[in-house]
Structures are given as C-alpha cells and as structure tokens.
C-alpha cells in the first residue's frame, strides 16, 4: 500500500508543478498586486483563525475551571470573553471568506482569458481537431476544469496552511497539557502520552479510510462515465431531433435511453454500496474522536491529578491536532478531482503551444506567410500533407492578379486543404503563401457559421450590429434573394437550426454584399445551389461587385464562363499529378 500511495503522491506532485508553470504569473505578472496583496491578507486572516481558535482553547479550559470552582465572577467575566472571541471570529471568517472566493474567480479569469487568447488564436480552435493528445472538448476543459483547478487548489491550500497552522499549535499545547502517564500494567511513564495517541489514531483512521475509500473511487469513476454516455446520448437526439422524427425513429431512442440509464442505476447501485463502508467507518472515526480523549484522561481527573478544565482543554487538543494529521484522507476526493482537472487544462495548454510556430525552425519546414507588395495573391512552391503526414498536394505555384476571378476544383481534399491553407488554418505543409497586403480578405466555408442571437447581428458579423445601415442590410439580403428576411432583422433565433442550408449559404453570401471585401474565398459555398440559382447568384456577384477578386472551389465546375481561369488540383501521388492551369 505504501508504493500505492507514493504513485498517488507523485502523481499529485508532477500535476502541481506542471500547473504551477501555467497558473503561477497569475501572482508573478507585472501589475498583478492586487493578487499578491490578497493572498497575503489572506494568509493573515487564516493565522487570525487559527489564533481565535487556540483563544477558544484556553477560554474552555478557564470556563471549566470557573465552573468547577463555582464562581459566579468569573463565569460571568469568561462569557463575556467568550462574546468578544464569537465577534472577532464572525469578522475574520467574513472577511476571509470574501478574500478567498475573490482570489478564485480573479484567478479563473486570468487562467481563462490565457487560455481562450490560446484557443482562438492563429486558428488553433480549428487545428487541435486534427492533432494528436489529450485535449478532447477544449470548451469544457475552459469553462469546467479551469473552474475545478483554480477554485479546488485555492480550497486545498487554505485547508493545508490552516491545518499545518492547527497541528503545530495543538501540537505544543497537547504537549504542555497531556504530560505522563503509566504503560498499563507497569511502572514505565510514557511522556505526551497524548500526542503518541494522537498520531496512532489519525494514522489508524487514514490507513483504514485509505482502503475502504478505494472502491468508491472506482466506482465513482464508472458512475461517471455512464452518465456520460447518457448526456450524449441524450444531445445526440436533440442534435439530429429532425432527422429523428422523419425516420420515425423515437422508439428506438427511447429504448437506448432507457438501457444506459439502466447502466446508470447499476452504476449508482454500486456506488451506494462503496458508501457504506466508508460512511459507517467516518461515522464511527468522526462520533469516537471527541469520546476517546476524554475516556483516556478521565482517570487523571477522578485521581485529581488535572483540573476539569484540563479535562476539557485536553480534549480538544487532541481533536484539532487529530483533524490536522487527518488532512490527506480528509481530503482525498479533492486532491484527485483538482489533479483529474488540472492535468486536463495542461494538456490543451501544452498541445496548443506545441501549434505556434518556433522561430528557429529549420528553413522549409512549415508555411510561411507574407504580404505581397503589388496586392496579388502568391503561392509559391506549395506542398500540402495530411496530418499524418501524407502528401496531398505537391510543388504548387499560382498567381492570381487583382479584380481575376478563379475557378479551382480537383481532388476535395486537396482543394480543401488549399483553401484552408491560405486560410492560415492549415499548418501541414510547406512553402509560402502571400497574401495581398492592404486589402479585406473573407473566407466564406460551405456552412457559414451562424450565431445565435437577432438577425441583424448574424449578418454584420464579425464586425457590430450596428457598424452597417438598415439600407445596406436590406440591399444586401435582396442581392442574395432572402429579401423576405428583411421584416426580421430583430428577431433572434437559433438560425442555423431556423433556416434551411440553402438560405444559409445565401446569408453567407448576403455578408459578402453588404461588407463588400475585395478578396473573397469561397469553399464549395455554391455547391448546395441547382444551375440555376448558382449561375444567378454568381452573375449577381459580377454585378454588384464589378471589382471582386475571387476564387471559388467547387466541386461542380459547370459555370465556368463566370470565371477567368480554371485551376484543376489532382492529388499528389496520382499518375496525373501536375495541376492544370486553364483560362476560360
């Protein structure tokens, strides 16, 4: 069992670190005083707590004694005693309590503002879905494991100091007051006697809370990830609830429904029965703790070898230093929730990282970007792989001037490659891609994304609401044959699940006309049109925007003569692998 727990400790150890390494210039950064400040304060107020229990300490041990002294003087002095400690005590536990829950939610939005500044930057919320590691739903490990991580190691560390605090003070106390006693059935004194028993009854509780708490982790773990399948299972219907009720498939949901909860209810069936051994042992630990003290020094007051309020003090001491030793088994659940959350928010910190580019890279190795001098767009020796690693395009070169218009299409995943590649959202490769500098560049993907929220703000989006006139919206919705939206600029909804696919794509294609960009890439963004709406959006395109720079991939090359060029892309390893560069 000890290996066991040196494994756990290492664990625990190795997870701090790495979390410190991420979490710490939270209080090292420049202009973070105001976080230094309240930890000291907070630090000040735990020794405040720990000095107004040690003052409880010695006012029980004067109360007991007045009482057993029968003074009416100075009971009635230690009450009032007693009232200013309880004052004192309501004060710094307010104070302390505000100060600690500040920390944690400065902390988590520092953590959270670092790490979302990671995610959405240089198109890593993208890339991490084609990355190898440990860092599946990164929204999750933002808003949840930052959450557990920050608020969980402020809690633990005020509970460690509080209780090292606590053992430490107790300790001499214990000491002071416990003093000798007999070895049963000899005339050998034992000194502190007290303390030994102290550490022999947390030590005896922790190993035994060890044991009993081990299948409660297990089946904790399992219960877990049941209700996990059952949360997606559950999000999974209502994702597809369409194609649900179409396919009249409800019968068929409710029976998985009802199996993985039925996984659920043996899950939780085993996690009550882990309980109760751990419940009833914690039971019997936490109602003995205050009982055995004052069995062991009850034979030195009925010999009057100590005052009642020794008797009492005593007792005490042995309960509070008891409960310090006890802090690591006390403590168990939290030290393995906090090292499960913090060892997740590390590793989508570190897989993010490994994403930005290092500045001393061998030459070659990656894309390179830069801003073209004449405003053309200029690919130079381009080479796409795969994430693992496969070639997909090979020593490619094109130039497109400013105002042409190019058609690309091919093999789909090389044309999608491409255009995620001077999207910058495709690192797999290498070469250079220059991109005209001083222009507006809008990628449009073959589902564009949709916020939620009123329409107004879906169509100005990525800039303000309010950043274009009610004029220009309405122009724009009727250039892309949604006019009838226009009534419905307030109105907010959930419109990539309100509008069909085709009119969502027309809303991409609105944005285009009314923010007017001067280079604009399109990914199969027409593809979901028949000929003819496809050859009257494109002539739309022609018309309302004479000065256009644009290139389309596409999979369905049938309106050609809108386009000055033709750019076939065949995959790299085929027998016809050189691209085709045509003019229309």
Known sequence: MSAVLASRAARVRD??????????????????????????????????????????????????????????????????????????????????????????????????????GQWMSQAHHYQLQFTKGEHDNPDQRIAEDVRIATELAVSLAHSLLYSLLIGFSFFDILLDVSGSAPLPGTDLMVPAYMVLLAFLYAGTGTVLGFLLGRPLVRTTNRLQTVEANLRFNLAQAREHSESIALMRGEALERRDASRLFGDVAQGFNRQTVAYLGIVS????????????????????????????????????????????????????????????????????????????????????????????????????????????????????????????????????????????AMAGLWPWGSGEIGLPNGHDLTFMPQHPYLPHGTLR?????????????????????????????????????????????????????????????????????????????????????????????????????DDERFFDRVVVLPRAGQPDETPVLAET
């Open 15 to 116: 997870a701090a670190w790495l979390f410190a390494r991420l979490a710490a210039p939270y209080w090292s950064g420049q202009g973070h005083w105001r976080a230094r400040g309240a930890t000291i304060l907070l630090v000040a107020l735990t020794a405040a707590q720990v000095g107004l229990v040690i003052g409880i300490s010695y006012w029980n041990r004067r109360f007991f004694d007045a009482l057993e002294a029968r003074s009416l003087h100075e009971l009635l002095r230690q009450i009032g005693v007693f009232a200013l400690i309880l004052g004192l005590t309501m004060t710094v536990t307010a104070l302390h309590l505000h100060i600690k829950r500040w920390i944690m939610l400065d902390w988590r939005r520092w953590l959270t503002r670092r790490l979302v």
């Open 281 to 420: 042992f914690s039971t019997a630990y936490g109602n003995l703790l205050p009982v055995f003290p004052l069995l062991v020094t009850a034979p030195q007051y009925v010999a009057g070898a100590i005052t009642l309020g020794v008797l009492m003090q005593t007792v005490q001491a042995f309960q509070q230093f008891t409960s310090a030793l006890s802090w690591p088994i006390d403590h168990l659940g939290e030290i393995a929730t906090w090292r499960a959350s913090a060892g997740r928010v590390v590793s989508l910190h570190r897989d993010m990282e490994a994403l930005e580019p290092e500045d001393d890279r061998e030459a070659g190795e990656g894309i390179r970007f830069f801003r073209t001098t004449r405003g053309d767009l200029e690919i130079r020796s381009l080479r796409l792989a795969e994430p693992a690693g496969k070639p997909l395009l090979d020593d490619f070169s094109l130039r497109v001037r400013r105002g042409e218009r190019v058609l690309i299409h091919g093999d789909a995943d090389v044309t999608l490659a491409l255009f995620k």
């Open 457 to 557: 703000a879906v169509l100005c989006y990525p800039y303000a609401a309010d950043a274009f006139p009610a004029a220009s919206l309405d122009r724009a919705l009727e250039c892309a044959g949604l006019a009838w939206l226009a009534p419905r600029l307030e109105d907010t909804d959930d419109w990539s699940h309100a509008l069909p696919l085709r009119a969502r794509q027309r809303l991409g294609l609105a944005r285009i006309f009314l923010q007017q960009p001067a280079w604009v890439f399109l990914e199969e963004a027409l593809d979901g049109f028949d000929r003819k709406g496809k050859a009257g959006m494109l002539d739309t395109l022609h018309r309302e925007l004479p000065n256009l720079t644009l290139l389309a991939i596409s999979r369905q090359p």
